[in-house]
């Protein structure tokens, strides 16, 4: 047998390995998962943390419950400056994150591999270079994510989320959007989407974009945090904020968005909130 030619059926076999693995070992394994018991006191995590859960009808509460018990079985959580992840930790990231897949495939969170919790907001040296000249910064940060399937998170600022679910401002939904919209390979504020969703999308975002931006250049008030005018991919993590914490101020005050928002998360958070 010719070199070629073993290398040709390692090729194949390593590829038929991959797909079994992808598709059959992973789909058997979380099969298998969600055969155990969703523990009890996960549940009391996310009736005291998570403030859509309560809302849900009981249907949606088991859905977001199998979603939360995979998203724990597969992510690490890793605590920084000496800070302790425990379950309540745990259960009150993972149930805001899945929020945002709880009508979408839970694959869209695969490559989401760790998620880094800090007690509090922490600080980022930040290095540039544009070749002739190198600049240092400092930065407070509350949240980030990467390309890489990491997000970081300040706990305490997970914690105001949760006890303020009408503020608009929630770092772990503002995080784990951006997750979604690297599926594409880049954070432009459009997560993948084709045909007429992607036509809507473009059009109804790119106006709301530049209305938010007009605003704030004329002093005007806003209707959307004004963080969210920084770039197209915050623009997208901001609306997602408001698009599950303050739905009826968000369709009342940009309507075509919130049916683009609507199309892409497949739900419709003015069904829960009476009062957002």
């Not at 047998?1 to 090729?11: E, T």
């Not at 099969?31 to 949606?60: C, G, I, K, Q």
């Not at 772990?172 to 880049?186: C, S």
Request: net charge negative.
């Amino acid at each position: 047998m010719s070199a070629a030619l073993v290398f040709a059926v390692f090729a194949v076999t390593l590829i038929a390995a991959t797909v079994f693995y992808l598709f059959f070992y992973r789909a058997w394994r979380r099969e298998r998962e969600l055969r155990a018991p969703f523990p009890t006191s996960w549940r009391e995590h996310l009736d005291a943390n998570v403030p859509l859960y309560r809302r849900f009808p009981e249907a949606l509460k088991q859905t977001l419950e199998q979603r939360v018990q995979l998203f724990l079985s597969e992510k690490e959580f890793y605590g920084c400056d000496g800070f302790e992840v425990d379950d309540a930790v745990r259960v009150t990231i993972a149930g805001h994150a899945c929020l945002l897949i709880l009508a979408r495939p839970y694959s869209d969170f695969d490559e989401v591999s760790s998620i880094l919790v800090y007690p509090d907001a922490y600080h980022v040296r930040d290095i540039e270079s544009d070749g002739m000249i190198v600049s240092e910064s400092n930065e407070i940060r509350a949240g980030e994510a990467s390309s890489r399937g990491q997000v970081v998170l300040a706990w305490r600022e997970c914690q105001e989320a949760s006890r303020n679910p009408h503020s608009g401002h929630n770092v772990m939904l503002h995080e784990f959007a951006h997750q979604l919209d690297y599926l594409d390979g880049t954070a432009d504020g459009a997560p993948p989407l084709s045909g007429e969703q992607a036509r809507h999308w473009q059009s109804s975002m790119t106006t709301a974009y530049e209305d938010l931006r007009h605003s704030l250049r004329h002093h005007h008030r806003s209707w959307l945090d004004p963080y969210g005018a920084t770039e197209p991919a915050e623009f997208f993590a901001v609306l997602t904020e408001a698009f599950f914490q303050q739905p009826r101020h968000l369709k009342r005050e940009q309507p075509e968005v919130y049916k683009a928002l609507q199309g892409y998360y497949r739900l419709d958070p003015t069904a829960f909130w009476e009062d957002a």
